[in-house]
């Protein structure tokens, strides 16, 4: 094969070699692929953490496999870990120093008896170095052959097998020439918009839409650092934007035998930075014929790599003309898994360690069929209200909704429990919740209610986002687009002001969760207690309402466990408590009897309401209140989150507007720019490239004329 490739080299050019190589590689690539057919597997390693490896586990237990957990320093006593029949340490929390560590991996798994290493998603899943020096160890990678996460992987390669195999493809530039000059011709060619992809590149990362010629450069660079940071390579590949599109991709499976099904589609249309949200399946409004032919090219597009295991094929649907382009082959499970396990009734982990077996599809195509409507929403550390920004800390409170609802079937997987942290190291994902009725329409309904019944305290997170999405009438409509939440985004995000009444079962319960820090006692308002509020006493309390103060009067009635709550619109309402200690509140507002857990901490209150989490802010002074050498003035920028320094936009001296890039952040998977919140001259840098920060570190120190003054 390599005395072919190099005589090709010699008689043909660069692209018309790429093609024909990429033609012997599919010659060869069965006979060297996953030769053997019998593999005993009783026990799997896990090359993963989280919610993935927790799903794993399940399967794995039910099929009497044992299974080995690997975790990072950070999550020793982690969930994954816990659920496991034996775990390992890998380091320190960095991927990089854990879950990156490919040979150390496959040490523990020699080491521990484990046949075969199951990757998961992210991390090694798509490595096919990591999956050759599996087959090296003798260790089973349950995965497709390393050749198909190669094709697959380049998405030149792929987009040259993709057009032998008559899949339609995009239009653009693959070429070998990375040079400036180069892409820039090319990108002026195929024309604007135009999406720049990193070759090796997944989940939304080396990737950018750039709309005119000037903006190109900036834009290639940006893509190259993630390219870089994510995957080390910085070739970049570009195509036609479809400007008005849905993500509609298809769940494939096949065999070491040969033998291919796809499981439908799915879609994935509402993202945001190019990664996903919500998705469903099937997917809304599309025909049965459609279905039909976007399944099989998907299954022709995998069997053109000999491809083994799940693997999920991306299209582009362009709307306005409903034609349907590739983009991309996933070589591993998806986040987005269990919406096709609903509605086909099939364990496709269950099915990976089977064909990692040897074992043939035990159905055929015709053994298939919809059953429902299954719809999965993905929960994010991330505040909506602050640009998406990802946040990281300790999960004070988890509460999960039950397992039906209204004749719906509800399924949480996650890998954090209450108490547990989540790392800036690390994707910001909590969970996914996912419901399946049986139609849309059902199902949409039970996904709402188990959100709101989904409560989560201790870090900011997009639950009421998902909510206002799931009711928008696009989405509720099945016509959402990609740019679903770009359109609608300040609909999407308007902040609902808090009602009197929570405003006054909050300020009661912070009242409660202070006096029993104070005396030890948790039920002040029962009559057995020496708080019996039957003499004068008021207390303003003061929330934050969006960053603005809120008060709160309360006052004694006279009467035992009466109170008379006055809200910031001098609303007067008489609330009576029945019961209240520290975890529970039964109250009586205006004559109405509300019943529901509250959580209380040093910064905030939260109500466990039927209808959703009600987050009460304290106003209360910050550590450093007084502090003489915390206070910057206004042009003090701060890192929002820790994270590492990854390009630095200014320098001392420097004269910069109010909003302008400073520096770029990277932190948990995703680039933050750091705006200049005033204008002025840049009178202090405190970091440089490659500098590592803690949240709240400052970063640049910027002096206005009135501080000046």
């Not at 496991?84 to 490919?102: K, N, V």
């Not at 494939?252 to 291919?260: A, L, S, W, Y």
Request: hydrophobic content about 40%; glycine content about 8%.
């Amino acid at each position: 094969l390599k005395l072919q490739f190099l005589y090709l080299i010699e008689v043909s050019g660069t692209r018309d070699t790429m093609q024909a190589f990429a033609r012997l590689s599919q010659q060869t690539r069965w006979a060297s692929a996953k030769a053997k057919k019998n593999v005993h597997i009783d026990k799997v390693l896990i090359a993963n953490r989280g919610e993935i490896a927790c799903r794993i586990t399940e399967t794995a237990r039910k099929m009497g496999v044992k299974t080995v957990a690997v975790h990072c320093d950070a999550e020793a006593q982690g969930k994954h870990v816990q659920m496991a029949d034996e775990a390992y340490r890998l380091g320190p929390p960095p991927a990089s120093s854990s879950y990156l560590l490919g040979d150390k991996i496959l040490e523990i798994a020699k080491r521990s008896g484990a046949q075969a290493i199951h990757p998961g998603y992210g991390f090694l899943s798509e490595n096919a170095e990591f999956a050759k020096m599996c087959e090296k160890k003798g260790v089973e990678f349950i995965g497709p052959p390393a050749s198909a996460i190669v094709s697959m992987g380049s998405k030149s390669e792929s987009k040259i097998i993709m057009e032998d195999a008559n899949v339609p493809c995009v239009p653009g530039y693959h070429g070998e020439d990375q040079s400036n000059a180069t892409l820039q011709k090319e990108a002026d060619r195929v024309g604007y918009p135009l999406l720049i992809k990193a070759v090796l590149g997944g989940g939304g990362k080396g990737m950018r839409v750039v709309t005119k010629s000037e903006d190109f450069i900036e834009e290639l660079e940006g893509a190259r650092r993630e390219a870089i940071a994510f995957f080390k390579d910085d070739r970049v590949l570009m195509e036609r934007y479809i400007e008005v599109s849905r993500h509609v991709e298809v769940q494939v499976f096949c065999d070491k035998h040969g033998n291919g099904v796809y499981l439908f589609e799915r879609d994935c249309s509402v993202q945001r930075r190019h990664q996903k949200v919500l998705e469903e399946a099937p997917a809304p409004n599309l025909s049965k014929e459609l279905q039909k032919e976007m399944g099989e090219t998907a299954v022709r597009a995998a069997q053109a790599v000999n491809y083994c295991g799940a693997g999920t094929v991306e299209f582009i649907f362009d709307v306005k003309s409903n034609e349907y382009f590739f983009m991309e082959m996933n070589t591993r499970l998806q986040v987005e898994h269990p919406v096709t396990e609903m509605i086909t009734g099939k364990d496709l982990v269950k099915m990976q360690i089977s064909a990692a077996r040897g074992e043939p599809l035990p159905f055929s195509q015709d053994d298939l069929e919809i059953n429902g409507w299954s719809i999965e929403a993905r929960i994010y550390a991330e505040d909506p209200y602050a640009g998406f920004l990802p946040g990281s800390g300790t999960l004070t409170h988890v509460t999960l909704p039950e397992t039906t609802i209204e004749g719906a079937t509800v399924r949480v997987d996650s890998g954090f429990r209450s108490g547990d942290d989540v790392l800036v190291h690390y994707d910001p994902m909590i969970a996914k919740l996912i419901v399946h009725a049986k139609d849309r329409p059902s199902a949409l309904a039970a996904l709402d209610e188990a959100l709101s019944k989904y409560h989560i305290v201790g870090i900011p997170t997009n639950i009421e986002f998902l909510r206002a999405s799931i009711k928008h009438p696009d989405f509720a409509n099945g016509v959402a687009t990609t740019a679903f939440i770009g359109d609608n985004e300040e609909e999407l995000l308007i902040r609902k002001p808090t009602s009197n009444e929570n405003l006054a079962m909050g300020a009661v319960a912070w009242m409660a969760s202070e006096f029993a820090a104070n005396t030890g006692v948790e039920a002040p308002f029962t009559d057995n207690t020496i708080f019996r509020m039957n003499h004068s006493f008021a207390r303003t309390f003061t929330f934050l309402e969006n960053k603005k103060p809120v008060d709160v009067v309360v006052r004694t009635t006279g009467t035992v466990g009466v109170l008379e709550v006055t809200t910031p619109d001098k609303a007067v309402q008489e609330v009576k408590v029945v019961s209240l200690d520290t975890s529970n509140i039964v109250i009586s507002v205006d004559g109405s009897r509300k019943s529901f857990p509250v959580v209380a901490t040093q910064s905030q209150i939260s109500l466990l309401c039927a209808s959703g989490t009600v987050n009460l802010f304290k106003d209360i002074p910050p550590a450093t209140f007084g502090d003489v050498s915390a206070m910057g003035g206004s042009g003090r920028v701060t890192a929002p989150m820790p994270g590492k320094i990854i390009k630095v936009l200014c320098a001392v001296g420097d004269q910069v507007e109010a909003g302008q890039d400073l520096v770029v952040l990277e932190a948990m998977k995703m680039e933050q720019k750091i705006k200049a919140t005033a204008a002025g001259e840049v009178k202090q840098l405190t970091v440089k490239e490659g500098s590592m920060v803690n949240g709240n570190q400052l970063l640049v120190q910027v002096q206005g004329e009135e501080d000046e003054e």
